[in-house]
Structures are given as C-alpha cells and as structure tokens.
C-alpha cells in the first residue's frame, strides 16, 4: 500500500508508527476529529453510515501498508482474479485497475460509490461479488 501513497508522506507515516504505534501500528489516517476524514476524503456522508463507522475506526497494522501480498500455494495463479475500482478518486489505484484490466487472468470492475463501497453501497457491492464469483 505505500506505492500508492505519495512518496512524499511515507517518511512521515512510517515515523508516526514509530512515535506513536509501537512500530508495529498506524494509530490513525488524519488528527481527529475522523468526521472530516470520514466525509471529505472516504465519501461516506449518511449519517446512519457515519453513526456505524465513526466508533469503529481503530489503529491498523502498519505492516500491511509495507509488505506485498505473497501466494505460497502455486495452484493461486490459477485462480481468477477480479479488482474492483470504486469512483472514489486515487491515481494510484487508478493504476491498479489499469494493470488488472490488462492483466492475464484479471478482471477489472467497476462499482459507482465511495471508497467504502461495503459502508454505503453494501446491496451493490454484494451483487457485484456475487456475479464475479460465479
């Protein structure tokens, strides 16, 4: 995940892990108060999402931000694969999606609704993951 942030704030996270996560957690995305992150920057803006959401957000481990997804099991390439983009603006995952969509054995979706698509268009989502599976 940190290819998709921009270089520039990397440093900064990694150090606020350090400072204030033990090395090991990101305490948080924004300084509070989370509203406005929660608004602004992941889109969700019903106040029934925003009443579900804003007393779970929690420390993430840092480490998934730094260390790539590694398949063990070689019979995993054979899987399909499917990413789905959501409208929720990101050059970095704009490239992700391109790459799938060029990818052998990858699908590209796309699901029109904020970055949280399973906050505030749960019923869609579903559809979606279900027709790609199968």
Aim: proline residues 13%; negative net charge; hydrophobic residues 40%.
């Amino acid at each position: 995940m940190l290819d998709v942030i921009p270089p520039d704030r990397r440093p900064a996270l990694e150090a606020f892990a350090q400072k204030e996560g033990d090395g090991w957690l990101l305490p948080r995305f924004a300084p509070p108060p989370w509203e406005k992150l929660v608004t602004e920057t992941w889109q969700v803006t019903e106040d029934a999402d925003l009443d579900w959401v804003l007393p779970r957000l929690c420390p993430t481990p840092f480490g998934h931000f730094k260390e790539p997804v590694k398949r063990k099991n070689p019979a995993a390439e054979n899987l399909p694969r499917t990413y789905i983009r959501t409208q929720w603006p990101h050059p970095g995952f704009d490239r992700y999606a391109g790459a799938a969509s060029e990818a052998a054995g990858w699908q590209s979706r796309k699901i029109a609704s904020s970055h949280l698509p399973y906050i505030t268009h749960p019923s869609e989502l579903a559809a979606l993951l279900l027709e790609v599976a199968g």
